[in-house]
C-alpha cells in the first residue's frame, strides 16, 4: 500500500461527458502529479502541483483540468471526453516539489464508449 | 524535446535466464530512478541512482548509471516468475523538474 488512494478505480463513459478522478496524497507529502497510461504508450506526465500551486505542465489537454485543494487531495477533471481518452489515469505523490521518489496510487481506469 | 528511451520494449525469457534492459536519455540526468509495474498494479519504486558510474544492487538485481549520466541499465540474475511486469526507467525533465518515464520493458517469464 502506497499510500495514495485514488477514485473511482473504473469508470465507463461516453463520449462527450465530463467526469472527476480524485487523488489523496500520502500523509505528509506536498506534490500530486498525475499521469496517463494509455496502451503501449508509457506513462505520460500531465500536471504536477506542489503545495495548492501549479507547478509544471506536461502533455495535458486544453479539455483537461485539474486542481489541488487546501487539504493537499487532487482533482483532475476531464471533459468533452473522446474515445482516445480511454486510459489508466494515476496519480503520484512526493514529499517535496523536485521530483524524488514517487508513491503511485492504483490508478482509474477510464473506458470512453 | 527531452526524451528517454528503454529497450527492448519486450524480453521473454526462461525462468533462470538473465534479463537485462537499457535506458538512454537525449540529455544528461541529474539522477535516474526505476520503477517496475506488476500486470494489472501501478509503478512501484525501486532504485534511484545519482552518483556517474554508480552500480547499485538489490538481490538480483543490478543496477547502473553511466559514466556520462546518460544512460542507465537494469540486470536480473537468473529470472522468476515473481519478476514478471514492466519495468521503467524515469530521469528528472531539466526545466521543470518532472520524471519523464521511459516506455518500459515488458518482462515475461516462463516456468
Known amino acids: 500500500d502506497s499510500g495514495v488512494t485514488q477514485t473511482p478505480k473504473h469508470l465507463i463513459t461516453a463520449t462527450g461527458q465530463r467526469v472527476t478522478l480524485r487523488c489523496s496524497p500520502r500523509?505528509?507529502?506536498?506534490?500530486v502529479y498525475w499521469y496517463q497510461q494509455s496502451l503501449d504508450q508509457g506513462l505520460q506526465f500531465l500536471i504536477q502541483?506542489?503545495?495548492?500551486?501549479?507547478?509544471a505542465k506536461g502533455n495535458i489537454l486544453e479539455r483537461f483540468s485539474a486542481q489541488q485543494f487546501p487539504d493537499l487531495h487532487s482533482e483532475l477533471n476531464l471533459s468533452s471526453l473522446e474515445l482516445g481518452d480511454s486510459a489508466l489515469y494515476f496519480c503520484a505523490s512526493s514529499a517535496g516539489p523536485n521530483t524524488g521518489e514517487l508513491f503511485f496510487g492504483e490508478g482509474s481506469r477510464l473506458t470512453v464508449l | 524535446g527531452q526524451q528517454v528511451m528503454q529497450i527492448p520494449q519486450y524480453q521473454h525469457v526462461q525462468e533462470g535466464e538473465d534479463f537485462t534492459t537499457y535506458c538512454n536519455s537525449s540529455t544528461t540526468l541529474s539522477n535516474i530512478q526505476w520503477y517496475k509495474q506488476r500486470p494489472g498494479g501501478h509503478p512501484v519504486f525501486l532504485i534511484q541512482l545519482v552518483k556517474s558510474g554508480e552500480v547499485k544492487k538489490q538481490k538480483r538485481l543490478t543496477f547502473q548509471f553511466g559514466e556520462a549520466k546518460k544512460n542507465s541499465s537494469l540486470h536480473i540474475t537468473a529470472t522468476q516468475t515473481t519478476d514478471v511486469g514492466t519495468y521503467f526507467c524515469?530521469?528528472?525533465?531539466?526545466?521543470?523538474?518532472?520524471?519523464?518515464f521511459g516506455k518500459g520493458t515488458k518482462l515475461s517469464v516462463k516456468p
Open positions: 500523509s505528509g507529502d506536498l506534490s
Open positions: 524515469a530521469g528528472p525533465r531539466r526545466s521543470q523538474g518532472n520524471l519523464i
Open positions: 502541483y506542489y503545495n495548492g500551486e501549479e507547478r
